[in-house]
């Protein structure tokens, strides 16, 4: 063996890894995975859409419908409320699933057995589905999911995801749902653009 | 690894050979180490997120079922600026009001969202109108380079408007049922780099819809 060993003091190394480490899970957050895909347009606005506190409603390039509130409490609550209303009993296990999930479109009916199911099954279920009824005539679910959460949580922000190739009359249909319920002043999401250039 | 020495507890001040046998060094290697910190600094890297989606507010007049034509349509045609959103990323414009009972219907003119297109033409609209974009524009500058604070050129931005309210342009959005909702983000967008004070979300009437068409045949 040489007099000088060739290995190096990895101290500092490991020292700074775990600073990186460490500030890396101090601002990650872990957010519960999105039901749909969403690509969103891009605008100039600057306006920073908060974490908490938010109601949303997500259309997705095939016009299907998605649901969203933050908070467990208020999920919790509002699924409750929706039970009532559908005549749905959800047990304990299904409450906390729930709350634990993101974002979601699948119809009321089939809501107990999607919240049953595990994640795999999940997505193909999601995909079967039509998302959440928004009929003009028949049933309006995403009216009630939208009532429950605004009564259950006056003071959240209200906020639309679109796709950029979702359709206007969908988003319009959206739009008045939100205005019937007297939601008249709510956020578009978008992606941010660099400048006003194209 | 870490050995305890229990041989002082004599206090036997025995010689430098015992010390010496004891030589091995203490240092651990620490290369596993730096691979698991840096596996999880990948792994953190990669799960984080950093863009937090932006959004973009918007005010929807409140729903009146008692509001009467006649309360509307109080702005002067030839300061309204009616946008048709329509397939294919295509926007036709006019001025006035689309209705068959005052005469001839306008000509639609058509553009894209490009930088050339709509916002060309919005600025030079609102230009000829009151100077409003130049006007803003110069006080948004000013707010750049420090002159001029947030709340004062909020202030002043917003009696500017009230000043020249009727004289500047009012744009209506009307998406038909062929627009996509990039092209409201789009044209949303448009009012805010141009700084058009007064616009309003819309649906098309079917006399716009049937110009759609007939535009979508003719107008090259």
Redesign the interface.
Known sequence: MPKNSP?I???P??DL??L??TF??L??Q?RAEEAAVID??????????PDKDLMMVL?DKEDKVYFNITGQETRTKVLEKMGEKYSIVFNDKQKKEFSNMASFGVPMKSLSAYLNANSTERKKMQEKSEGIPTDTTGVCELCDWVYNGRILAPRFRV?I?????????K??RV?DIL??KKI??????????VG??? | MAELNTDDGGGGKKKHGKRRAKKSSTRIDMTPMVDLGFLLLTFFILTTTFNKPQAMEISMPVKDDNLKLEDANKVPAEHTFNMLLTKNNVVYWYFGMADPNLGALPALNKTSYSKDGLRKVLITENNKRHNLYAQIEAWKKEVEEGKLNKDEYKTKVKEYREKFKISTLVVLIKPDKDAKYKNIVDALDEMAICNVGTYALLESTPVEDQMIANANTYVK
Do not use: C, H
């Open positions: 290995s003091d990895m101290t190394m490991v890894a775990f990186l480490v890396f899970m601002i990650s872990f969103m347009p891009s605008s100039v606005s600057d306006l920073k859409i259309v906020a995801k679109g796709d950029q190739t979702t359709s206007y009359p988003i319009r739009m205005q019937d008249n002043r709510f956020n578009l999401i978008t992606n941010m653009e006003p250039g194209e």
